[in-house]
């Protein structure tokens, strides 16, 4: 099989690539290395996937020739976008439109063209439901998303849904509900916690830290975009929610975080961030009826593993400049 995958010097995107070349499939990835942070963390994912199977195009979705790229593709992972539900305010918008709603029409427009894939695999977020109705949350719950990030993430959506209403491309979104775990974004919340704990830096929470969300480790997000790759029964347009059980509030996670370290961590409070939901929760019930899928890794666990790749990759972060998120 070859896969196409946008994004894939990100997070999600790299760890991704990674499982696909394993498994003994072809991979081509796109990435712009957009300066959201620091390229080198992206350089640093993209080790260990060069060789044989694997092809980087160093190029923007919005401006690649697509018709191109997506010869001979059988499915496409759509990772890229530009993420962050904090800093999506003000004039950043306009990235978040180009980069989260045209680039995903494009790739759409031209996966219609194509009319050979298998399927259309979209990143989706759990910041579209914004405050939730009710936990744990369903895919049938009403979106409202309370960032801008959010709206763009769930515009994007609808538009992946409606190629697969209208124009039968085997489309499907994942919510991915806060992925963490090896690689994680250095914006994010766990690989800002764990820099500071080993730099012996002050961490810093928005707001109460009472926040609660539903943490999901990184292989079970790959392991559910595998699953919906290869779900060629979904109806077209098929929405899934990707959470990983584990509704912690973000001062418990601190707690556990503290053992993990063996030492007191220096903890700041300070004001909450615009656009951060009070809680995340989400029902995984759909997820294991459309994709056979269950998260298999708890937060603890998690936790220390992404911790033990914190300090793993000390040199690299050490290195970075001083504003590198
Ligand atoms: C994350 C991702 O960043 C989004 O891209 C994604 O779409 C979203 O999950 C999702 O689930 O849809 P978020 O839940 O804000 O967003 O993830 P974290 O950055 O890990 O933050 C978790 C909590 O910790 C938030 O309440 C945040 O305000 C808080 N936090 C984060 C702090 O208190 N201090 C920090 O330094 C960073």
Not at 204 to 231: H, M
């Amino acid at each position: 099989m070859k896969a196409l995958i946008t994004g894939a010097a990100g997070f999600v995107g790299s760890n991704l690539a990674r499982r696909l070349l394993d498994d003994g499939h072809s991979v081509v990835g796109i990435d712009s290395l957009t300066p959201y942070y620091a390229p080198q963390l992206k350089l640093h994912n993209l080790e260990g996937l060069r060789g044989p199977g694997f092809e980087l195009l160093e190029a923007d979705v919005n401006e690649v020739d697509l018709d191109a790229v997506l010869d001979g593709v059988d499915v496409i992972y759509h990772q890229a976008g530009q993420p962050g539900v904090r800093s999506s305010w003000g004039r950043e918008f306009e990235v978040y439109t180009q980069n989260n709603v045209v680039a995903t029409q494009r790739l759409l427009e031209a996966a219609r063209r194509q009319g050979q894939l298998q399927k259309f695999v979209y990143a989706s977020s759990s910041s579209i439901y914004g405050d939730a109705e009710r936990f744990p949350t369903t895919e049938r719950d009403i979106p409202q998303p309370v960032s801008p990030y959010g709206v763009t993430k769930l515009a994007a959506e609808h538009l992946v849904s409606l190629y697969g209403s209208n124009f039968g491309v085997p489309t499907i979104s994942l919510r991915y509900f806060t992925v963490y775990g090896p690689g994680q974004r250095p914006d994010m919340a766990f690989t800002r916690f764990m820099q500071s704990a080993l730099s012996e830096r002050e961490i810093r929470i928005f707001g109460t830290g009472e926040q609660i969300r539903d943490f999901t480790f990184i292989d079970d997000i790959v392991n559910a975009n595998r699953r919906a790759g290869e779900a060629t029964a979904a109806r077209p347009g098929e929405v899934v929610n990707v959470s990983g059980g584990s509704n912690i509030s973000v001062n418990e996670v601190l707690d556990t975080l503290t053992a993990i370290a063996g030492h007191r961590l220096k903890v700041s409070y300070v004001e909450r961030a615009a656009g951060d939901v009070h809680r995340t929760g989400g029902s995984s019930d759909k997820a294991a009826d459309v994709l056979g899928w269950a998260s298999s890794i708890g937060i603890e666990e998690g936790l220390r593993r992404q911790f033990e790749w914190a300090k793993d990759t000390m040199d690299v972060w050490t290195n970075l400049p001083e504003n590198f998120v």
